[in-house]
C-alpha cells in the first residue's frame, strides 16, 4: 500500500497509544510428580502405576473445576552400581508428572494439600494465568486505541485545529502477554512431598493479579492549521 504523505493542506500527526490493565487470574496451573524405587522393576512400575492412579482420581473428582489434566512425562530407569569388574542393577526408579490446571480456586489449596499427601509425591506451583482468548486482551488493545486518539486530538487542539481521518493503526508490537506468576511462596509451601505432612490443614494461596499491555500507532491527518 502506498503511504500517502503529509502536504500543508494535509498535515499528519503519528501518535503511540498504550493500554495497560491488572486483572484477576483465570487459571491456575502447577505440576504434580509422583514417584517410585525399588529393587525389583515389575513392583516398582506397579507402585508407580497405583500411586498416579491415587493422583488422577484425586483431580478428576474436582468435576468441572479442572481445566485442564495432561500426563508430561514417564520415566523409568535402573540404577546401576558396580560391584566387581561389572554393573549392576541396584534400584529401578520411575516418575510421573501431571500438569494440572485449575479455573475455581477455591479447590485449589486443599486439593494440593490432598496431592501432597500421598505417598512420594510432590506438588509444584501454582502459576498463575489467563485463558489465551481472555477479554483482558481486547480491553487493553481498546484502551491503546482510545489513548491514540486522546494524543493526537491534543496535538491537534494543540494547534487550533481538528482531526481529519485515519491514514493508518497498527500494532507497536506483539501483545504482550502476562508471563505465568507463581505464587510468592509456592517454593517454600507448596512444592514439597507428602513425607511427614501428615493431616495438614489446606493451604491458604492468594492469586496473583496479571498485567495485560497492548501497544499501538495511529496516523491521522488534520485540518490544516492557522499558524
Given at each position: 500500500?502506498?503511504?500517502?504523505?503529509?502536504?500543508?493542506?494535509?498535515?499528519?500527526?503519528?501518535?503511540?497509544g498504550?493500554?495497560?490493565?491488572d486483572v484477576?487470574?483465570?487459571?491456575?496451573r502447577?505440576?504434580?510428580?509422583?514417584?517410585?524405587r525399588?529393587?525389583?522393576?515389575?513392583?516398582?512400575?506397579?507402585?508407580?502405576?497405583?500411586?498416579?492412579?491415587?493422583?488422577?482420581?484425586?483431580?478428576?473428582?474436582?468435576g468441572?473445576?479442572?481445566?485442564?489434566?495432561?500426563?508430561?512425562?514417564?520415566?523409568?530407569?535402573p540404577?546401576?552400581?558396580?560391584?566387581?569388574?561389572?554393573?549392576?542393577?541396584?534400584?529401578?526408579?520411575?516418575?510421573?508428572?501431571v500438569?494440572?490446571?485449575?479455573?475455581?480456586?477455591?479447590?485449589?489449596?486443599?486439593?494440593?494439600?490432598?496431592?501432597a499427601?500421598?505417598?512420594?509425591?510432590?506438588?509444584d506451583?501454582?502459576w498463575?494465568?489467563?485463558?489465551?482468548?481472555?477479554?483482558a486482551?481486547a480491553?487493553?488493545?481498546?484502551?491503546?486505541?482510545?489513548?491514540?486518539v486522546?494524543?493526537?486530538?491534543?496535538?491537534?487542539?494543540?494547534?487550533?485545529?481538528?482531526?481529519?481521518?485515519?491514514?493508518?493503526?497498527?500494532?507497536?508490537?506483539?501483545?504482550?502477554?502476562?508471563?505465568?506468576?507463581?505464587?510468592?511462596?509456592?517454593?517454600a509451601?507448596?512444592?514439597?512431598?507428602a513425607?511427614?505432612?501428615?493431616?495438614?490443614?489446606?493451604?491458604?494461596?492468594?492469586?496473583?493479579?496479571?498485567?495485560?499491555t497492548?501497544?499501538?500507532?495511529?496516523?491521522?491527518?488534520?485540518?490544516?492549521?492557522?499558524l
Amino acid at each position: 500500500m502506498t503511504q500517502e504523505h503529509a502536504t500543508p493542506d494535509a498535515p499528519q500527526v503519528t501518535v503511540r497509544g498504550e493500554g495497560r490493565l491488572d486483572v484477576d487470574p483465570e487459571l491456575a496451573r502447577f505440576w504434580v510428580t509422583v514417584s517410585a524405587r525399588g529393587a525389583d522393576r515389575s513392583a516398582t512400575l506397579a507402585d508407580l502405576t497405583r500411586r498416579n492412579t491415587q493422583v488422577l482420581d484425586l483431580i478428576k473428582a474436582q468435576g468441572a473445576a479442572v481445566e485442564k489434566l495432561e500426563t508430561g512425562s514417564f520415566s523409568i530407569s535402573p540404577e546401576l552400581t558396580r560391584k566387581g569388574r561389572g554393573e549392576r542393577v541396584h534400584a529401578y526408579r520411575g516418575r510421573v508428572r501431571v500438569t494440572v490446571e485449575l479455573s475455581d480456586f477455591t479447590v485449589l489449596g486443599e486439593l494440593v494439600t490432598r496431592l501432597a499427601d500421598l505417598d512420594l509425591t510432590s506438588v509444584d506451583g501454582p502459576w498463575w494465568e489467563l485463558r489465551p482468548a481472555s477479554p483482558a486482551y481486547a480491553e487493553a488493545r481498546r484502551l491503546a486505541v482510545e489513548e491514540a486518539v486522546q494524543r493526537a486530538r491534543a496535538y491537534a487542539e494543540a494547534l487550533g485545529t481538528t482531526l481529519a481521518s485515519l491514514l493508518e493503526l497498527s500494532d507497536a508490537g506483539p501483545d504482550q502477554l502476562p508471563m505465568p506468576r507463581r505464587a510468592a511462596f509456592a517454593g517454600a509451601a507448596v512444592a514439597y512431598s507428602a513425607e511427614g505432612v501428615g493431616d495438614a490443614a489446606p493451604l491458604d494461596l492468594e492469586p496473583q493479579r496479571q498485567t495485560v499491555t497492548a501497544d499501538v500507532v495511529a496516523r491521522f491527518t488534520m485540518r490544516p492549521p492557522a499558524l
